[in-house]
T-cell receptor, first 114, second 114 residues
Framework: DTGVSQNPRHKITKRGQNVTFRCDPI?????LYWYRQTLGQGPEFLTY????????KSRLLSDRFSAERPKGSFSTLEIQRTEQGDSAMYLC????????????FGPGTRLTVL | KQEVTQIPAALSVPEGENLVLNCSFT??????LQWFRQDPGKGLTSLLL?????REQTSGRLNASLDKSSGRSTLYIAASQPGDSATYLC?????????????FGQGTILTVHP
C-alpha cells in the first residue's frame, strides 16, 4: 500500500493523559500536513512540515500540542494533558511540491477523551 | 481570512438523478481548489483538483467548474448511484507563500437512495 497511513486508527484515553499519533506519508512526498476534524465540520489546518522543518502552526495548536518530523519521513503529533475538547479526528495529508500540491489524506486517527 | 461555504448542507436524491453541489469562497486569490469525498468515519479521498487558471476538470461522472472571480465552484455528478452517498468537501489553497494549507467548507452530505 503506497498511500498515507496513520496509527493508531482509534484512541480512547482519560482526561489528563498524553497521547501520540503517527503518520507515514507517501514516500516521495516532501510536504506533510496535520488537520483536525470535529463532528459535522470540515477539517481545520493544524501544522505543516516541508521535509523536517515545521514551517507553519495554526493558532489552534496550543502549547499542549507538539509535532515532529525527524529526518523528513514519518511525523508524530503529541497531545499532552488531554482535555475532552481534544476529542476529534486527526488527519494527516502529504503532497509533492511540484505536482500541483495535490494533497492525499490518510484514514485518520479518531481520538476520544473521556 | 478565507471562508468557504458549501450549499446545500445535505441533499437526498433518487438514483439516476444528476445533481450539483455548490462551494463559495470569500478570497478569490486562490492557487487551486480541491473536491474531496469522505465516507463516514474515514479519511478524505481526492476527487478533482482545479488550478486557478482552469475553468473545469472532469473525471468519469464528475465535473468540477471554477469561477475564480466570483468565488464559486460547482461539482456536478451525473447519473447518481447509491455508492455516491458520502460527504463532499471542497477546499481552497491560498495563493502566494501559504505553504499549501487548505481551507475547507463544512461539506454537503449526499444520500442517493435506490
Amino acid at each position: 500500500d503506497t498511500g498515507v497511513s496513520q496509527n493508531p486508527r482509534h484512541k480512547i484515553t482519560k482526561r489528563g493523559q498524553n497521547v501520540t499519533f503517527r503518520c507515514d506519508p507517501i514516500s516521495e512526498h516532501n510536504r506533510l500536513y496535520w488537520y483536525r476534524q470535529t463532528l459535522g465540520q470540515g477539517p481545520e489546518f493544524l501544522t505543516y512540515f516541508q521535509n523536517e522543518a515545521q514551517l507553519e502552526k495554526s493558532r489552534l495548536l496550543s502549547d499542549r500540542f507538539s509535532a515532529e518530523r525527524p529526518k523528513g519521513s514519518f511525523s508524530t503529533l503529541e497531545i499532552q494533558r488531554t482535555e475532552q475538547g481534544d476529542s476529534a479526528m486527526y488527519l494527516c495529508a502529504s503532497s509533492f511540491r511540484d505536482r500541483n500540491n495535490e494533497q492525499f489524506f490518510g484514514p485518520g486517527t479518531r481520538l476520544t477523551v473521556l | 481570512k478565507q471562508e468557504v461555504t458549501q450549499i446545500p448542507a445535505a441533499l437526498s436524491v433518487p438514483e439516476g438523478e444528476n445533481l450539483v453541489l455548490n462551494c463559495s469562497f470569500t478570497d478569490s486569490a486562490i492557487y487551486n481548489l480541491q473536491w474531496f469525498r469522505q465516507d463516514p468515519g474515514k479519511g478524505l479521498t481526492s476527487l478533482l483538483l482545479i488550478q486557478s487558471s482552469q475553468r473545469e476538470q472532469t473525471s468519469g461522472r464528475l465535473n468540477a467548474s471554477l469561477d475564480k472571480s466570483s468565488g464559486r465552484s460547482t461539482l456536478y455528478i451525473a447519473a447518481s448511484q447509491p455508492g455516491d452517498s458520502a460527504t463532499y468537501l471542497c477546499a481552497v489553497r491560498k495563493g502566494g507563500t501559504s505553504y499549501g494549507k487548505l481551507t475547507f467548507g463544512q461539506g454537503t452530505i449526499l444520500t442517493v437512495h435506490p
